[in-house]
């Protein structure tokens, strides 16, 4: 058997098939590769049953004879939870390979990694970024951290789901998502803030996106977060209070550097109040509303 053929025919686990998940796991089915699934919500798991993919009673029987082991959950703690107390870690084969897809802080994922080394199974922090339209096709932003061995042998698996780069040692993978997430909240504030000055003005904010297109302000968030701000859906993709959880990682990363990151903590107190006022299921483009809301208010106070 090739080596090409002994990867091609890899058993993948994929744990956590949520709105990223699920999409996922269907790009890795259509390249052929067969997966069982695990979710802690059991019809979120049955539903992939229609594409192919083989659903697990529990984490650990999901996970049980893998090849690759993916994780998709919403932070460090449930991956914790799963990995490490809910017997994943304990069934998996030497050898094994648990690609960490969640978006956890850089020192957990390099505790994972230690802990998983012990019990000579392999560990990459690999954060995506590109959304539900990235996952549903194939464009994901791949970040991968940990060995760069492990990463380049994971190449096919990863060509299902998008484009990887390997950008450096265990938990660089999750620092360059927090520097993507970041990015996107900041240009998110920015976007809205903008339509809500274009609208005062008296202009219209679909021509204003319109207008600006292929300009130096062109963006994805413009492109498609602006496109929600004009349409008004806010049903999420990226939930503001994951959006919120890694501007709170950020931080804490911040305060480790000791840096001074004063935009993104701007946003994430604008994120951390939208979150409170009921907002944290709302799409992270839904910042909008909350940015209308405190205009809203000022208006009033001013008359």
Request: with cysteine; charged share 20%.
């Amino acid at each position: 058997m090739s080596a090409e053929t002994a990867y091609a025919s890899r058993r993948i686990a994929f744990l956590g098939t949520g709105l990223m998940g699920a999409p996922m796991v269907r790009r890795l089915r259509n390249a052929g590769f067969a997966v069982t699934v695990w979710n802690r919500d059991p019809s979120k798991a049955e539903a992939l049953r229609t594409d192919g993919a083989s659903v697990a009673a529990s984490a650990a029987d999901a996970a049980r004879g893998a090849d690759v082991v993916f994780t998709m959950l919403s932070d460090g703690t449930a991956v914790t939870e799963v990995l490490f107390n809910q017997g994943v870690a304990d069934i998996l084969k030497p050898g094994a390979i648990v690609v960490d897809s969640s978006s956890i802080a850089p020192p957990i994922a390099r505790e994972h990694s230690e802990k998983l080394a012990q019990r000579q199974v392999h560990h990459i922090d690999a954060p995506v970024s590109g959304g539900v339209v990235g996952a549903e096709a194939g464009t994901l932003a791949i970040m991968a951290g940990g060995d760069a061995a492990i990463v380049e042998s994971l190449a096919n698996v990863f060509a299902a789901l998008g484009r990887v780069t390997y950008v450096g040692p265990s938990g660089a993978g999750q620092i360059c998502k927090l520097a993507n997430q970041q990015i996107v909240a900041i240009t998110i504030g920015a976007v809205a803030e903008a339509m809500i000055l274009v609208e005062a003005g008296g202009a219209s904010r679909e021509k204003f996106r319109e207008a600006i297109r292929g300009g130096f302000a062109e963006s994805r968030i413009l492109d498609l977060h602006g496109a929600r701000m004009v349409a008004r859906s806010f049903a999420p993709g990226g939930p503001s209070r994951l959006q919120l959880k890694d501007l709170d990682a950020v931080a804490a990363m911040a305060d480790l550097f000791n840096l001074d990151l004063p935009l993104t903590a701007m946003v994430r107190d604008e994120f951390r109040d939208f979150v409170a006022d009921g907002g944290g299921q709302k799409d992270h483009s839904g910042l909008l509303l909350h940015l209308e809301k405190i205009n809203h208010r000022q208006r009033e106070e001013n008359q």
